[in-house]
């Protein structure tokens, strides 16, 4: 790149960065509410939990819930959102018995309920980790428009790309917005306590 072109880069990619944060926070202000349409976000699926109980999405009524689309081999953006969800439940107190809080994988070839449920110890107990066939899981994963791709590893295994967003649903089992987890514990748990 010669210097003429590389502050154009620059500048675009400044730009580019710029109106993509404005319109997430037109969107998180409400402004976009219509254009985004929440409700497109969610709807009907039967998975398993690591105890082998049913959820559905009937599951998601009359409490708020968080939900995180990953996979238990994934290195890093997954434990580290959970270990944040976990702090945010424990910061809830008592009120996190009236939240649900569900792990659901996009990696159903390797996450059965025992690799879950052994993944899931390291973790705050409300966290449920949800799973099922690949129908399934590809059902979920279109209803919530979540993007999870499997990703080929040079020594014969592979990895998962997917959305890394935790989605707020309310208490009718309706979308919000993504929660943010990038705050305290404190005020993330007295922001969930709202939808109580």
């Known amino acids: 790149m010669d210097r003429t072109t590389r502050p154009l880069v620059i500048a675009a990619a400044f730009s580019g960065s710029l109106v993509i944060g404005l319109l997430l926070m037109l969107w998180g202000m ?50 580290t959102s959970l270990f944040e969800m976990s702090e945010v439940l424990r910061a809830m107190g008592k009120d996190a018995d009236r939240v649900n809080a569900y792990f659901i994988s996009v990696d159903p070839e390797r996450d059965t309920e025992q690799a879950m449920k052994d993944y899931l110890s390291s973790f705050d107990p409300h966290l449920k980790g949800l799973t099922g066939s690949p129908d399934q899981i590809a059902k979920v994963i279109s209803a919530y428009r979540v993007y999870a791709r499997k990703v080929p590893l040079k020594d014969g295994d592979y990895t998962m790309d997917h959305t890394a967003l935790v989605y707020l649903m309310d208490r009718d089992g309706k979308f919000v917005s993504p929660f943010n987890l990038k705050r305290t514990p404190q005020e993330a748990a007295a922001d969930l306590k709202h939808y109580l």
């Open 30 to 79: 409400g402004g976009l509410r219509n254009v985004a349409a929440p409700a497109a976000i969610g709807g009907p699926f039967q998975l398993v939990d690591q105890s082998g109980h049913t959820v559905t999405d009937k599951s998601l009524q009359g409490h708020p819930s968080l939900i995180f689309f990953g996979f238990t081999h994934c290195p890093d953006v997954c434990p």
